[in-house]
C-alpha cells in the first residue's frame, strides 16, 4: 500500500475528513504513461494561471451576475489592487506552483512538506481558510488537523 493511500485511510478511520468513503477511493488510479510528461504539466500550469488571472476580478459572483454585467469575458478586467487590465494570478496558483515544486523536490506528495512550504512565504489574496490552516499548523497542530471546516475552495487547497 502506498503511503498516501495509508494516509488517506487514516483519515478516513479516524473521521478526521467529512466526507462520505465510496467505492472511487477503492480503485487506484491507471498509471500514467510512460515518457515524459513536463510538456504537459507546463501547459496545465500555464492553463490554471491564464485561467486563474482571467476569473480572478470575478471569482465572487454567480454566474448570472457576471454574465448580466461583463458578457463574455474575453480580456482581463480591472483588477482591484493594480487598478488596470491586466492579468494577475491569486492565491490558488501561487499554492498550486508552491504545491509543484515541492513535490518535484521531494520526488512525490509529501502532506508536511507542502504545508510547511506553504507557510514560508507571504501568499497574495489569501482566504480566511487558508490563513487559519496557516495559523494552526504554526502553532504545532499537525497538518492533518490544520484546517477548518469550510465549503469554500480554500479547503481544497
Known sequence: MSINRKIL???FSAK???LRKSSLFDTPPDPLPAGPLFDRIEGMMLGLAAGDAL???TE???PAERRNRF???RDYLPNRYAGECRGYPSDDTQLAFWTLEQMIEDN???PEHAAARFCRGK???IGSTVRQFIANYRQGTPWQKCGPESAGNGALM
Open 123 to 125: 501568499i497574495f489574496g
Open 16 to 18: 478526521a475528513i467529512n
Open 71 to 73: 458578457g463574455e469575458i
Open 9 to 11: 485511510e487514516n483519515l
Open 108 to 110: 512525490g506528495f509529501v
Open 55 to 57: 476569473g480572478i476580478t
Open 60 to 62: 465572487a459572483m454567480l
